[in-house]
């Protein structure tokens, strides 16, 4: 190595690197202070708008073969994307469930980026933030100190690794070596009313979508206990193998919680895993007064839950945690000869992470959660969490007082599920309409809900996981619901005379 090597002018070898630092670093500080106040801003702008047709066609083009003026393409950027975000970091965005970002973690993405580092173990400061990140979330989880844990893309992802364990370590089962086929029918319960990672976990894992058994919910949407116990035992008998017990903290649909503790039984009766979904749920956990709803969850075999829902940080920031750190080895280990583990030199566990789970390369998403935990602490998102379950029960008192409007499903925590009722139309005719209300309010561009069906009846959704909104923002949805619901009655009864003339 020469002296040389270190001359200033030697970045500009590099085809990739800009010439001129200081121009970029100028430019820098431009787009910097254009997403402060993208943010600061957003709630003038609509909650959600279609991109424009300019954008669409921006959006288009050939392959760039000769680059262009990075300034010419961040005007592209302004023009063409960033108008046009899928409306979660907005106040009144409610749709699905969705987080809307912190300011803190725009800036922990910006400094991982530049590191840019490969995280699937190494001697680096980014595994020692991994593994801390995991310490600080056991506790909160009240696991124990020796179970495992990994950051993932996000929920699926993370449900699907606690299965995958549950699969791969699963007592008298060696699937790892020989495959699904010699294995026998291994069987999971869970409600009716779980997420749809699970189909697709049990089509991806060799199990087949069958192999999840559909449990029926009680009035309450949480999984009938008793019935799963049924099941379990009726399927023994015919020779399947019961495998894994799931809970869900937070269904999707209206946000029910089934009970942690008597699936925890059931499990411990019937010697099977018990595998938790707390994909958004889970972060009442969080210190907040409604903690008691998941209790029951630290009893888990496996956890997944996400960060980049309730826990308001940017995607993607899954989590699973798996409570038996050797089951987690015998399911992903794996050694190549390029990843040698060495005394000293980088390669101390160089792939102390990727042998958690899925991935290899891995992103440096740690840096975004510690940041965000060590500037908030987990106090002030636990309060954020808590703000949002009062909003959402505030959201129903106004929905409970309007005689157009009916609250649909439990609405017991975060999610409250509601539909206008216009008098005399059959339940296709309020679907139907409905279905239409929902679209007007999105296109208004002054909230986003979303959809869907509980108790086989159409709902729109409010899912409140927004660190933005206050209860303004809910009395300008409802304004918004009975002024559209009203219009739309009126154009009905027009298009009812008008068809009968
Ligand atoms: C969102 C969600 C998932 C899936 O998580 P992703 O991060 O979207 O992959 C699973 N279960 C529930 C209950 C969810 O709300």
């Known amino acids: 190595m020469t002296d040389n090597s270190f001359h200033p002018e030697f970045n500009s070898e590099s085809l990739l690197d800009p010439k001129d630092w200081e121009e970029f670093r100028k430019l820098s500080h431009e787009v910097i202070d254009d997403l402060i106040d993208y943010i600061r801003t957003v709630r003038n702008r609509p909650a959600w708008q279609s991109p424009s047709p300019e954008a669409r066609q921006a959006l288009s083009q050939p392959v760039p073969h000769a680059g262009a003026d990075i300034r010419e393409v961040y005007a592209r950027v302004k023009k063409n994307i960033l108008p046009y975000p899928t409306g979660n970091i907005h106040p009144r965005f409610w749709g699905w469930v969705m987080g809307g970002g912190t300011p803190v973690g725009i800036l922990a993405d910006m400094i991982a980026s530049a590191m840019n580092c490969h995280v699937?173990?190494?001697?680096?400061?980014?595994?020692?933030v991994e593994s801390q990140v995991i310490e600080w979330l056991k506790e909160m989880f009240e696991y124990p100190e020796t179970a495992s844990g990994l950051l993932v893309t996000g929920g699926t992802v993370a449900n699907l690794t606690g299965i995958a364990v549950c699969r791969n370590t699963f007592d008298g089962v060696s699937v790892r070596e020989k495959g699904i086929a010699d294995c026998g029918r291994m069987t999971v319960y869970a409600s009716r009313a779980t997420h749809g990672w699970l189909d697709r976990s049990c089509d991806l894992l060799g199990l087949g979508e069958q192999a999840f058994r559909k449990i029926r919910v009680d009035e309450r949407h949480r999984v009938d206990v008793a019935e799963m116990r049924r099941a379990i035992h009726k399927d023994r008998e015919a020779g399947f193998?019961?495998?894994?017990?799931?809970?869900?903290?937070g269904t999707v649909g209206s946000g029910a919680t089934d009970d942690m503790h008597a699936l925890a039984d059931l499990a411990a009766e019937e010697k099977i895993w018990f595998h938790v979904d707390g994909a958004f749920g889970?972060?009442?956990?969080?210190?907040?007064?409604?903690?008691?709803?998941?209790?029951g969850l630290e009893r888990a075999d496996s956890i997944a839950f996400d960060l980049h829902k309730w826990g308001y940080m940017q995607y993607e920031t899954g989590v699973v945690l798996i409570r038996d750190a050797v089951a987690r080895r015998n399911a992903f280990s794996f050694a190549p000869s390029y990843f040698e583990t060495f005394r000293g030199g980088i390669g101390v566990e160089p792939t102390e992470f990727a042998a958690r789970g899925i991935q290899l390369s891995?992103?440096?998403r740690a840096l975004r959660v510690w940041m965000n935990l060590s500037v908030y602490g987990v106090d002030r998102i636990g309060?954020?969490?808590?703000?949002?379950?009062?909003?959402?029960?505030?959201?129903?008192a106004l929905i409970e007082q309007q005689p157009e409007l009916e609250v649909i499903g439990p609405a017991e925590m975060n999610v409250v599920c509601f539909r206008y009722l216009w008098p005399g139309l059959s339940e296709d005719e309020l679907t139907e309409r409905n279905r239409e209300l929902l679209v007007c309010i999105q296109e208004s561009g002054i909230a986003v809900p979303s959809s869907v069906r509980v108790n086989g009846k159409f709902a729109l959704r409010v899912a409140h996981t927004n660190h933005r909104s206050c209860r303004s923002d809910f009395d300008a949805l409802l304004i918004a619901v009975l002024k559209i619901g009203r219009q739309l009655a009126k154009s009905f009864s027009a298009h009812h005379s008008a068809n009968e003339r």
Do not use: H, W
């Not at 193998?241 to 903290?249: D, E, F, R």
């Not at 889970?282 to 209790?295: C, D, P, Q």
């Not at 309060?383 to 129903?396: C, H, L, S, T």
């Open 362 to 364: 891995r992103s440096f």
């Open 120 to 128: 699937s173990g190494y001697d680096q400061a980014a595994s020692l």
């Open 383 to 396: 309060a954020a969490v808590e703000r949002n379950i009062d909003e959402a029960q505030y959201f129903r």
């Open 241 to 249: 193998i019961p495998m894994c017990v799931v809970g869900t903290a």
């Open 282 to 295: 889970a972060l009442a956990k969080f210190f907040t007064k409604y903690r008691s709803i998941v209790s």
